[in-house]
């Protein structure tokens, strides 16, 4: 099992910046590629970014890309997301999520279905 707990969200104005955390236990963080995705109110849970597990390769949605940042420091099991620019679409519960490492590079790595484990979310508002 692994435990997943995020952080950092909160209300910002648009064009503000927030910086997402989650901090991961029980299992080898190193064994496992991440994810962040988020749910708007009554819209469906999306990806919005992903890391491998040594932290070589990340991918974004076309949404976020340039705007948002993934990262991971593997010695204090945490994945970042840095989010500058920020619009009122953005508004959303963000989840972060875990997935086996080598599921990172398959056709459908991006997939809600290719993740295992679940943080709680973290709500994120941002206001026009």
């Known amino acids: 099992q692994v435990q997943l707990v995020e952080s950092g969200g909160g209300l910002v104005q648009a064009g503000g910046s927030l910086r997402l955390s989650c901090a991961a236990s029980?299992?080898?963080?190193?064994?496992?590629?991440m994810g962040w995705f988020r749910q708007a109110p009554g819209k469906e849970r999306e990806f919005v970014a992903g890391i491998s597990s040594l932290g070589g390769s990340t991918r974004y949605a076309d949404s976020v890309k340039g705007r948002f940042t993934i990262s991971r420091d593997n010695a204090k099991n945490t994945v970042y997301l840095q989010m500058n620019s920020l619009k009122p679409e953005d508004t959303a519960v963000y989840y972060c999520a875990a997935q086996p490492k080598v599921r990172y590079y398959t056709s459908s790595g991006r997939s809600l279905a290719a993740y295992d484990y679940w943080g709680q979310g973290t709500q994120v508002t941002v206001s026009s």
């Open positions: 029980g299992r080898t963080f190193s064994n496992y590629a």
